[in-house]
């Protein structure tokens, strides 16, 4: 046998790469010094170096989520992943879930669970909806609600659920909010709770925070069957990161060691500002934005201040014009991004994400010039 | 509600990594030039530069399988991942598969068949042992074979399956050995073959070439039933990856974007040095490494040279010492990793992986020297 395909051209070329400013919902620019701790050496995932990462790892995590779950740690994925892991080790064919549905994080969790052979109910509130508790106090297996949508950027107002009441598990998806909004795994009862990297935390996307809670942890040891990711599988998962009572580690799989760096350096940022202080940034600068933008014309999609994202902002998509066209002229002319909806809320929305180290008020000046330009310079119909 | 976790104390300290030759079964070190690109800006996974790069990345992932399969790409994740990507695409529930094993992943590919339902056959060689064609070439649906075993560094004999003929699919898990050691995937009519990031790519750890066949797809995209991970659904994948006819990709999953940078970066380097240079060098290194073990009088532990691993060698553990105190007296005063065995492998050898860039006759040498040192300086029972 001999080669057939030659070594491909395009690799001639040298990688190059634009800097950006990434305010969209993510991923968000990566600070200088969460990009050189992803730059330091290889070395081996079950290195005592390596666990010792991994368990600085869990205390920020536990800090960051406000829980003292022994069974925190970080998934080798993005938040998608996450999303799988709480699902497929929580669920097993024929249980019931309910997911509240109101953007495309909902709808991808009815996809999941029932893709594995659970029953699923729904409730579903329009884009830019929410529901409370009472929508949510039904009868119920497992409720997954997220903490917040992106897609829509609401608040979720039904925190306390008081899940054991119904011998129910509570999962929150908190992928775009937590770090930047205040949120209490523990006190708020929260059984499964997970976010990615590469939001609030300005760590590259490839690593997803999780926690699961003693009730949690009941469930999932005592299932009647194995779930059926053996990569997401959390008797393996929480040997490998430490968090079980067993006396050594298994190889499992690879861990991405060096986004395990950059994860703990984001980690750091974090608690080296204190969750108190981000949460009172990020508020105070989205409300400053919020203001810029009413005082411009603008529209704010989800009505009711209180539910509003401090860390994603939705904006009804200005009347006349072609969305696509304005997040368009936004990155070409100011190398800024900016986005459209997701699912639901597509054609509806303009999607601005100030997350991290990039929620400051310069850069909500800088958004809000780039959005005053693109009105003047887009095409605007004249209906 | 107040903050109930403090900030961890063990985030104030800076993160420290050492410098250490990888010279286990993987990861690899990783070379400057892959890391500084892995450390380039963030930008989104949606924006055209991503997709050139994503369009690269299946270039070089093409050159490097010998392939011109449409659906080529990276999976998020690591080798695992892509095993069950593979493994969750191709099978149904109620499907036959036949996994050949001959160590720990063999055993893995089983229980993820297993898992998700499908009928398991199994033909077991002893650690170090292999299959022929004529072992494999019965009733079939799904064949997994092994292209090597990292845990006993053989490799697989029975690369020309024909499965046509049995109208079943060839997988190959090729994880620890390709790009070090001959595969053409088109002529050897492979239907999946994966590997990872960590290994000859030398980039770290977190992202993993696969490849599916006209006939895999044929298989996949005709499923009665969707595929149990919405993560890992090649529908979708090969959409994101820009594998199909799809006049535009739909959000998927965040893709780790800077894990792209250094996986482009890797192919880079391989395609520079040609596939068949890389080969011949993996290939003569072994060689001299093997001789170097067998003049201090140890033995290697696949007899039949045409079968053992240019990448990974695997050497019987020296008689009457204790494996753990070698691999540890090794690390701790040079600085320098190898292993033991792994699965059914554990006890019988020690591993040493020479992979990519490490594939050099300097880095034999060291390897041999603080070999001799240890079973100098180790204890040596009186047997």
Redesign the interface.
Known sequence: ?S??????G???KP??????H?F?P?????PPRI???????????M?P?TFQ?M??IK??I??MF???NKVTFAV??????AM?CAIFNAVEPGDCVLTAVNGIWGE?AT??AE??GARVNTIVAPPGGYFTNEDIEKVLMISFQPHCYATTGVMARCLLIYACRYNSLFLVDAVASIGGA?L?M???EIDILYT?S?KVLNA???TAPISFSERACQKVFNRKT??????LDLSWLANYWGCDDKPSRI?????????Y?SL??S??VL??E???NSWKRHQDVAEYFHQGLESMGLKLFVKEKSTRLPTVTTIVAPHGYDWKEITAYIMKTHNL?ISGG?GPSVGLVLRVGLMGGNSSKANVDMVLAAMRDALKHCHKSKV
Chains 1, 2 share one sequence.
Do not use: W
Not at 15 to 20: F, G, K, Q, T, Y
Not at 26 to 30: A, D, F, K, Q, R
Not at 251 to 259: C, K, L, M, Q, R
């Open positions: 046998m080669l057939s395909v030659p070594p491909p395009c690799l001639q990688l190059v790469v634009p800097h950006r990434m969209g993510g991923p968000s620019n990566v990009l050189e701790a992803g730059a330091k050496p290889v070395i081996g995932h290195h170096e990462i368990s600085d205390s920020g536990q800090y406000q829980t003292r080798s994925g993005t938040g998608h992943t799988e991808r996809e999941i893709r594995i205040p209490y523990d006190q708020q990615g590469q590259p996307p490839g194995k779930p059926l990711s053996f990569f190889y499992h799989h690879t861990g991405p060691v060096t986004a760096y703990r350096e980690l750091t608690s080296e204190g969750l108190e991004e997701l």
